[in-house]
């Protein structure tokens, strides 16, 4: 791969590896007049533009001034699905509960019966225009989530279709197991029985040798699954070497964030209902916390309170939490949009959840989410002064131009 | 001009002319598998695709089976402005107090003296291309408001700025004067002074003579004009035949919607405090409110109780507030997915709110705004199953073609 030297950079975002927490958020270092030179698909050398290496002889390829990010990652979301669910978004807003739509069989359970009756191909279709505008929004590393299928076999098929994905386009996707998403209709009232399926010791392994997900995950909430078995899962998840991460405290506080900090997960995830136990348990299991304000915002509902978990000193991500249900939502750009609006996130700190912290979500900082010599060269041009101008224009795509890898994916015509 | 034939409509929304209030905003009718006929820039005919006139012998076009709008109508914006207060938004978001930021030489005055330092090209270099992509959001009309110049001069020069864009870009735009939108600088104290000469009989009769602007605007609120002085100076726009609007009950509760009232304006603007008699005055003066969930959401402050109005029978409109202060958005559609998800208005509501009530706000519901025989063919095309499918996505453009008076001027490559 040649060599290549991103000039004219107006504001270079020199985002530092993650995790970060607290005031560090805020203190990104920001470089006028900037290049960067990308060899081997990596950043070899960034720096003020006069400084630059006088060596160079590969391309160069203009910035037009604008500013350059890391790549943004979308640390939690729920592709691949497909199906829609609008006639639950409008039966909401009209004022039905989320129960009564459940009982009416709408929830979640709409969602697995169309991704059960869909094929891997089906999926794939599906996901790739999604994927594709998620490109063209700045965003390089996407987390997905298996968990509508609900059973091995349809498990399985997403988890695979999430590999067909990633070799189909560019954005860099890193594959979650979450079979302990909801029960299905089948094992109502037979949680045990449901759980010794999914989390089946045979099945992990293979999930695991087979490289199909790296971290699993559990709903650990009031309505899904209580502590104990989620504790239950999430073990049998790291035996067979998964990686875990929880939603929780999203719906009540029933101490999942506490389980996440004692089992040393990765990430726990929402966060609406934390509690005091809950961000020291966090902060001492060196946990990421993930806020998906999209949600929030979908369902009309209070944000999680991003502040407080910041000033706790643990290290807060952002992501779309894209799905068909809660956050019918692709944009991360006008998730951090809400994240400095209504959460009062400062743009640096959004952008820090959105890069540093959020490969921190998905365990891979020492190679994503900085400007840092080494780090994989996954950039976002945007046609914006400074990250001030960005996030304060809501709900405009800013994104000029897309690297990954050292390679253009993505240029705005 | 040629006959037209948008073929393949999978849903057309059938929105009545405005304006229209309460239930009936939620009761707009949809024809599945529609066609529309355009003859001379207006809509001749429309309904069933199989009960299309068979005699058409005019150019035939599909909507490839998305759903067909009334072309979105912005009906309040501050267009034309120049310069930015990123550094201010930012300010806010650290906590920083409007007032503080005022004192420190930030606010409404940066504009003023932007716009003021500013040429007639310079507005309108800084504002074609914001038309572009409003356009590109299926918007074909937008009420531009003076209000920066804050002197005759001045004044005058952006309502001019206005002439000069509506010539060259295909969005319509109504121009209002909005000289008494607060008290420049060297007015300090003289607050009856500047009136008289933003209110001046000769400079108004010259705004109207001159077709500069159809209607005036006084910002009556706590901290700018009181009711008194709004009173006087939009009686004097009357009397040179400009109708009134009144940016009412936004930051307190002082009688401007009961102004509103009492003076049949053709809207009042924000409403973020609005009180009984207000919406009783508002109803009986035939007053459309305007409410700006983007400025809310921008402030991070508490919504308009969009509801309560509706309830109250008084005809609702949206729009952006597009401005560089309080609401640096300009994306309609994203308005409208907030007035969704965070004011829970049904999709129906919300589009009728931005077409038949966004027409009547400006006084033009007689021929825009509404899916209607002889109307303008003003239509919006969307790559979307249906206004669900459309409001169910934040953030994602569907607009895939803008049809303005019948002619085509904007198309998804």
Known sequence: MKSLMLTDIGSLAVVPRGPISGRRMAEIEFIRNAALVIDGGRIAWFGRAQEQPGSFAGQRLSARGG???????????????CGDRRGEFVRRIAGESYLSIMQAGGGIRVTTNAVRAASL???VEASLPRL????ALGVTTVECKSGYGLS???ELKQLRAVRELAARQPIELIPTYLGAHALPAEFENRAADFLAAIADAGLLKQIADERLARFIDVFCDRGAFDVQ???RVLLAGANAGLKAKVHADELA???ASRLAGELR???ADHLETIDEDGLESLKSGGVVAVVLPGTSFFLGIH????RRIMNADVPLALATDCNPGSSHIESLPLVLNIACCQLRLRPSEALAAATANAAAAIDAADRIGAIAIGHQADLTVLDAVDIDDWMYSPGRNRTAMVIKSGRVVFSQT
Chains 1, 2 share one sequence.
């Not at 594709?132 to 490109?135: D, E, G, K, S, V």
């Not at 944000?303 to 991003?306: P, Q």
């Open 229 to 231: 078995q989620a504790r």
């Open 265 to 267: 997960a990765v990430s």
């Open 152 to 154: 091995p076999e349809h």
């Open 67 to 81: 500013t350059v990010l890391p790549g943004l990652i979308d640390c939690h979301t729920h592709i691949p699905f």
């Open 253 to 255: 506080q029933i101490g």
């Open 303 to 306: 944000h999680a309170d991003a």
């Open 132 to 135: 594709a505008r998620m490109l």
């Open 121 to 123: 191909d089906g999926l």
